[in-house]
Structures are given as C-alpha cells and as structure tokens.
C-alpha cells in the first residue's frame, strides 16, 4: 500500500490565523502546511500508479508542480515572516518533506514518462541527445520561430540585474569577451507564450514523434544570440515570487483601484524560491542567492526539469489508450428540452445536480441564459468568484440588461490569481447598464449562488441556483461539485434578502434557513455537531458525516473531538489538508478521516447530520461553498443551503455512501498521521473496486438510459 506521511510539528503558530488553539487540541492538531504537502503527495501519487494511464500521469506531474507553485506563492513568504525558532523549524520540516518528493517526481518522468512514451514512439529528448541533422531542424526553427522573441541580456556596470518574472524559467551563464578579455554574466529568459516543446522530423520513422523542450532548443543556439563570445557555467533555473501583496484597505475610496495596484506590486514581491535543473553552476547559483536575499533553505536543485508544467501539453498527443476515457458530462433526463422549460421543473420539485456526471451547461448555464431570454424575467442577480475567460454567464447577463432586465452582480475582483479577469467582466457589465458591485468591505464573497426573478400572473416568483462549485464552464468538467435549484421561498427568500445586502450594504442579511458566514453558518455549524453529541448521550442515533476540501477550523475541530469523545460515529472526507488528528484515544477515537484522489478534483461540500434517525431521508443535509477552515467560517461570504426533499437527501447519502466505499481513489488518515491508499480486496466490485469518479459516471450512464 502506498503511503504519504503527515509529520507532527510545532503548533506554536495556527498558518495564518495567529490564534491560539484551544486547550487540549494539541494531541489531535496537524500543522496545515505539511497536511498540504501530504495532499500533494496523494497527487503525486497518481503519476506514480501504474493503474493510471500513462499520458494521465504526466498530467498529475504537472499538477503537483503546478499545486507545489501555489504552495510557495501563498505559504513560504508567510512562514519566512516571522523567523522564530518554531517558524524555521516548520520550514526545515517543510524542505525535509519536500526534497524526496521532488525526486520521486523527477524519478517518474526519466524512468516513467519518458521510456513510456517512446514505446508508442514519442520520443522526449534533451539537445545532447539529438543528432547532427536534428540539431540542425532545431537550430532553423529556433532562427524563425524563437529568436525574434527572445531577449538576450548581459549583467555588468552598465546594464543592471535584470527583472526576473513570477514562474519564469531562465538560462543564466557566463560570456567571455575574447577581444576585450572580459567576463560577464548574461541572462535569456523561456518565453511563456510559445509551445514549450518543439516537434522535429528528421531521422525519426514515419508515425513516430520527437519532441524537444524549448529550453532545450534555446540552450543548443545560445552561441548566435551572443556571437563572438565564449559561453559557459550554462544554468537553466526558474524563480517563484511572493503572491501575499498587503495594502490598506480601511480607508480605500476606489476599491478598484486598489486591486490595480495589488495586481502592479505583486509582480515585484519578494523572490521566495529558487529552482535549478541539474548542472547548475554554483557561482551563478550563489550569486542568484544572494541577488534575492534567500537563504539555502530556499533553493531546490531539481531533478531533470526545473518545470513540469509543460506536461500538459502533451495532453494532445492523439492516442486515446494512453488517457482516461472521454467522459461527456449527461443532461438531466427529467429536464424538458426547451430552454424555458427549466423553470417550469423547478416549480415542480426542487433537484439536484452533480457535475461533471451532469452537464453543467445543460442546467446551470442554461438557467441563466434561458432568463436572460424569457419575457417574464424581471431581474437576474448573481455572484461571480472565478468566471473564465469566455464566460457564458456574463454574456448572457450583458444580453438580459440589454434587454431591459435588471442585473445584478457581485463580482469578486479579489479572487487570487483572477482579479485581472473579473476586473474586466466587470466593466464589460457596466458597460451594457448592469449594477456591478464588489461585496462588502474586508470580506470576500465566496458565495455560489444565482437568482431569477420572474413574473407570474399577479406575483413575483423568484428562482434560485445555490452551488459548491464556481461559475465557470471549464472547471466544471474537470470539478466534483453538487448544486441545488429551488424555487422554495424558504430559501429564495433568504437569497433575495443576501442580495440585498450585498448590493445594498444593508448591516446584516435576514436570513432565517439559509447559512451564511460570517453571520450565521459557524453557530450553526457548531449547534449541529452538538446536537449529535446530545443524541448519543441521550441514547439516540447520531452520526456525522462531512465531505469538504480542507478542515481547519479550530472550534469545529474541537466540537467534533466533543462529539467523538461522547461517541458519536464522524466520518469526513477532505480531499486537501486536514489539521486534526483521527483515531487519537480520548479526543477522536470515533472519527475516521478519507480523501479522495481521482480524474476530477472532488470540490463538493456536503454536510450529512443524522439527528436521531437512522434513514438518511429523515436526517439533515446541507450542502453549499464554504469548507471547515477559519478563513471560510469568520473571514467570507459564503452560502451553505438545508436541502428539504427526501429524494433528494437519498440522492446525497448516494454520493457519501460511494466515497465511503471507495477502496480504489481513497486514501485513508490514521492516527500515527500517514495517509494510506486503499486496494480493492480480490472480487470487490462497484465503487470499492472502480472508486467514486467511476462509480459515479456508471451511475450517470445508468440513470441517463432509464
């Protein structure tokens, strides 16, 4: 069985929260940032399993890379602030943890990928590998096709150090001037927007493919880029920067404003991490080191690539066999084909839907396309936290304020990485007449939610979308996410008053069902857990069961050890990283804790409280976009949603029941703090033999037939 070990460290410091944990936490408590590190490896993981196909495991390659740049951008600069003894012990448990990943990640792609993809005749090869005639295929393409792009750069008096980007891979080496008897330091940095891997045909057999890496290419045809001069101590290496930008915000006049200039300075934040490709001279990299004041804990000599981001693109090699099968995410068969129909089936019962099992577009873009449309909609207000690029629902929110409707949007303009993005939806919304507002101040609006207000007869009826999962098409293929349509005035009533509120800056939303944060969702939460615990000690059924992404939260991390200690049975299911402790006598004995690794990234939230009844239609389920942690509970808006029909419940018992089956994409918490990957037992079928993702496609396919 594979394992990923969780390493106990000082608790000295909750991350970011610089809260003190309460008493008696500390036995149970894992430190978040190696919980994060453990969850990479279960990414990792899947490049390193045979059963995955084989172009499939470079795409997790470049996943943990790409997880791994997150990581440092957010987490490093964070841990580099405060440089007490607890704080640089964390990191050197970090690095201590990190390095032998890291080599088993380059490990993967020279011994895996590599001899993997030449038996289908693919052929990845570095420039030394490639012969004369390829060499000089290569060198022609680089005279028309990369050099017009490049940016040859030397360090001396006269030219100064030169602005290294965010994520940029440079070739950094020493020039020597014959002539002048000089040396200097020279720099050409990869440019990001060209195909990092160039396709050569000569001296391969037809059918056969060789691909070399740009870096490669450029490496090979330096000396034209400085002719004349003798070149050495080549380093190939890529730098990562500071993401954590802190400006004021109390007395912000011009919100939007404020975020340009979040976006400007963050290009220039610190350097937290250097990476070099083996071979790196160590002048240059002693130089680089000290250029950004790191420290040698910061630098990571890499094995065979400094990036592994690129993998993605070999996604588009043509051979199906050595991917996962397409999966075509299915429309509702209850759902009438006509656009307008979808309120008509909403009125008739509220229904869930689960992407990417089903389609995404035909039920949530639809829904606001078809109001966008539909003469009796009045008004349409929506939340917007990552969009896209080519957003469907800005289209159709632009086409329905064009048409006259009222539109509303809360666009969160300060959502990590996408504030460029939502910044120009956001004038693009405000162009056509929508109202366009950025929530409420010191708070980022995490909320999933859409409203539709149309006119029936006399009346207003109001119609409502609450997810887990973002507005955003492309994701929505690729996340697990579960959204609720209702038009139930218990909950279309708390929706229109959260709109209210954020459009209005009302002081707090009246919202009697629906569970908001900061306001409402941690009390609630919390009375939840309790209430179990008072079932079990009364002698009544109880059980909790949580599915999430991370679990952090101090006080709900202590309420479940209550419930646990009085022997309530806690089942959750937290894919990213997870700060307490199972199995821990004493404190959570009666918890047990899983995470799902598969081909979609598991995002759902879905919260199941028995509440004294053994059938799961009788007991209570939420679902909604805020995970167990601080941040989500104190620190945004976020919506979490009771779900009321029976069938519906069954419906989401149906999803938790499969996960807690799983024995092919779990992996298992034990109280020594290693995850462990289940193995279907010999014989095991459905989801104990396939996992949850197939499980759960079966079941689609299935139900899409009936």
Known sequence: MATATATMASIGELGVLNKSLPEGLEEVWIDRDLSWLDF??????????????????AKFLAIFTSNLDEFFMKRWAVLRESDNEGQRALREALREKLIPTLDRQGECYRDVIKPGLAHHGVFLRYWHELTPRQQEEAGKYFDSNVSPALMPLVIDPVHPFPFISNLSTSLVFRVHDVTKGETMFARVKVPEVLKQWVSLTADIEPGQKLLVPLYEVIHGNLD???????????????????????????????YRALVKEEIRKRRYEPVVRLEFRPGADPTIRELLRERFKLDEIDLYDMRERVNYIPLFELMALPFPKLKDPQWAPLAPAFLPKSPGAIFGAIQATDFLVHHPYDSFDATVERFISAAADDPQTVAIKMTAYRVGDDTPFVKSLIHAAERGKQVACVMEIKARFDEERNLHWAAELERVGAHVTFGVSGLKTHAKTALVVRKEGDHLRCYAHIGT??????????????????????LTDDVVNLFHHLTGHSDRPHCSTLLVAPLTMRPKLLDLVHRETKHKRAGRYARIVAKMNQLEDPEMIEALCEASNAGVEIDLIVRGFCCLRPGVPGHSENIRIRSIIGRFLEHSRIFYFANGHHDPGKGEFFIG???????????????????????LKHRLWEILDINLRDKREA???SSDGKYTQL???EGATGAEAVGTQQTLMNLAVERASE
């Open 679 to 681: 193995r279907p037992d």
């Open 224 to 254: 034209k880029l400085y002719s004349g001069m003798e070149i050495s101590g080549i380093t190939i290496m890529r730098l990562t920067r500071d993401a954590e930008v802190e400006l004021d915000e109390e007395h912000v006049t011009d």
């Open 667 to 669: 992996w298992v918490l």
């Open 469 to 490: 999962g973002n507005y955003h098409v492309k994701t929505a293929r690729l996340y697990a996410d579960c959204g609720l349509f209702t038009c139930d005035p218990r």
């Open 40 to 57: 990479n490896e279960r990414v990792l993981a899947e490049a390193l399993d045979e059963r995955v196909p084989l172009l499939e495991r």
């Open 625 to 647: 976009s805020a995970d167990w942690m601080y941040r989500n509970l104190s620190k945004r808006i976020e919506i979490v949603t009771p779900v009321f029909d029976s069938h």
